[in-house]
């Protein structure tokens, strides 16, 4: 079945540090969304990407389509604490509307 | 409603019983999601409904799993015959449109524990 592959799954960083999360998958995907999720929280949807080779910017964050719409990357840039939270990247493939979810890459901030 | 809402939050049942967690999603939303999610782990697919109809149940576990949302806005998630293994946080999420391309809102959860 289709599935999405998150690395790293836990990243501690000091406060300031840059943080990359990688998404990947075997087949390729028709679109990808990236959800923050607090400890204790719900998901909450961050940004969209759709079309090949698409960069997207929130502020610290930049969010990455791959070429090949197989893969997609999320960086921050000087990581503050209210970073913190576990990151993951969903994505649907083809006509299907079925959203699958990353195991997750759990991010610490050392203030 | 303001956001996603499922109830109860907390349910602690013992094995063998039936459950039913409820999720009334965002008002006008037509696309509904039911996701489990255990500790540490991202959410895992469930089952999907377009309005009242159930597009997809190819993630419920096995038969003791089923959904409905009969009308279209509230679902319910039944879980017959509970086991241990069944514990974990139940996730409801709605989205505005039958298409893709657009995000999904998620509610609270419900925590189930079997004893």
């Known amino acids: 079945g289709q599935q999405v592959m998150q690395i790293p799954q836990y990243q501690h960083v000091q406060e300031g540090e840059d943080f990359t999360t990688y998404c990947n998958s075997s087949?390729?995907?028709?679109?990808i969304q990236w959800y923050k999720q607090r400890p204790g929280g719900h998901p909450v949807f961050l940004i969209q990407l759709v079309k090949s080779g698409e960069v997207k910017k929130q502020k610290r964050l930049t969010f990455q389509f791959g070429e090949a719409k197989k893969n997609s990357s999320l960086h921050i840039t000087a990581t503050q604490t209210t970073d913190v939270g576990t990151y993951f990247c969903a994505a649907s493939r083809d006509s299907s509307y079925k959203l699958i979810f990353g195991s997750g890459t759990r991010l610490e901030v050392r203030p | 409603g303001a956001g996603v809402s499922q109830s109860p939050r907390y349910k602690v049942t013992k094995r063998g019983q039936d459950v039913a967690l409820r999720c009334d999603p965002i008002?006008?939303?037509?696309?509904l999601y039911w996701y489990r999610q255990a500790l540490g782990q991202g959410p895992e697919f469930l089952t999907y409904?377009?309005?009242?109809?159930?597009?997809?149940k190819s993630g419920l576990p096995n038969d003791r799993f089923s959904a409905e949302r009969p009308e279209g806005s509230i679902s319910t998630l039944t879980i017959q015959r509970t086991e241990q293994r069944d514990s974990a946080m139940y996730r409801c999420a709605s989205s505005r449109s039958t298409g893709q391309n657009t995000e999904a809102f998620f509610g609270q959860g419900t925590r189930l524990t079997v004893v």
């Open positions: 008002s006008g939303h037509v696309s």
């Open positions: 087949t390729t995907l028709s679109n």
């Open positions: 409904f377009n309005y009242e109809a159930q597009q997809d």
